[in-house]
């Protein structure tokens, strides 16, 4: 958001995207394009979001997925449980009453959580 704001987007992200090796400037897309690894990934999305697009938030973890770019730790874990993302009702920043018993997906976010982040 301070990039935004400060009117920084065109200096970091640069007009284009420059395709050459080594050229590529911190958009994700190319990152892992160009092979990167991330750590288990979940992205969750507001459905309704009117700022941001959940489709974009969508096709990104189909990258992830498509170029096997996420590192799938644990016996049995697949790349679909390391790279997840779920589509909730909700705005931008999805809002609402976000208690653990409140939606059955932040249940999955939890489970996520404790099985990737907080047993390693």
Known sequence: VAVLQHGKRCEWFGLDRDPRPGKRRVHPEDRVVDGWKL????????????????????????????????????????????????????????????GLNSAGWIKEVETFVEKFWLSV
């Open 39 to 98: 750590p288990p990934t979940l992205i969750y999305h507001g459905a309704e979001d009117s700022a941001v697009p959940y489709e974009g938030s969508e096709k990104f973890i189909d990258l992830i997925k498509d170029r096997q770019a996420v590192l799938v730790p644990g016996e049995g874990a697949t790349i679909d449980d390391a790279a997840r993302f779920i589509k909730v009702a909700g705005e931008h920043g999805v809002g609402g009453d976000l």
